[in-house]
């Protein structure tokens, strides 16, 4: 079925100073809408398209003769989940349950910031970063280019883009400085909350 590009949850603006409009205006509405055009335009009239991106996804991983139709499905799926993971005013540190659960799985908050610094600064070329839940088990993991750990079966709860176009026009190479203005100002922890919430 059709997948619809969703709106921005919040104004072009409402990231700044971290996320600058510029690159919101790139990235939503030339990046992941050409995502989410190619993917409609290769599903339609398929035995796919009666299918939800998310089962789409997990179908055609791994089949190289589907290769296309994989990886603008998962970016489509990745970037409407990337803009839930910010908010303006975000990062700071999660509460309740998450928090909880991520000292009891990473020993820290803090260790959870360092495993997830390190799976962004360290994905060589494109990717993304993820805190998943994998089998009870929060982890964090990274995949190149399109990769979604849904293909595999962990839940993802939590994403960072490191893509170059998700920072270069305002860090430029400075991949880290973006990874530490997401952790501590952008990262929506009711979101990622409510994903555990729905995982557990
Ligand atoms: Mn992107």
């Known amino acids: 079925m059709a997948y619809e590009l969703p709106a921005l949850p919040y104004d072009y603006t409402a990231l700044e100073p971290y996320i600058n409009k510029s690159t919101l205006e790139f990235h939503h509405d030339k990046h992941h809408a050409a995502y989410v055009n190619n993917y409609n335009a290769a599903v339609k009239d398929s035995d796919l398209d009666s299918k939800s991106i998310e ?50 799985d990473f020993g820290s908050f803090d260790k959870f910031v360092e495993a997830f610094k390190s799976a962004g600064a360290t994905q060589f070329g494109s990717g993304w970063a993820w805190l998943v839940l994998d089998n009870g088990t929060l982890k964090v993991t990274k ?33 880290p400085d973006y990874i530490n203005d997401f952790i501590t100002k952008l990262i929506n922890w009711d979101f990622v909350a409510a994903n555990l919430a729905a995982a557990s």
């Open 143 to 175: 995949t190149l280019n399109a990769e979604n750990p849904l293909s595999a079966g962990p839940t993802p709860l939590l994403t960072m883009d490191v893509w170059e176009h998700a920072y270069y026009l305002d860090y430029q190479n400075r991949r």
């Open 55 to 104: 089962e789409v996804i997990k179908a055609v991983a791994g089949d190289s003769s589907k290769a296309g139709i994989f990886n603008n499905a998962a970016q489509a799926w990745n970037h409407t989940f990337y803009w839930n993971c910010m908010k303006p005013n975000g990062g700071g540190m999660p509460t309740g349950a998450l928090a909880d659960k991520i000292n009891a």
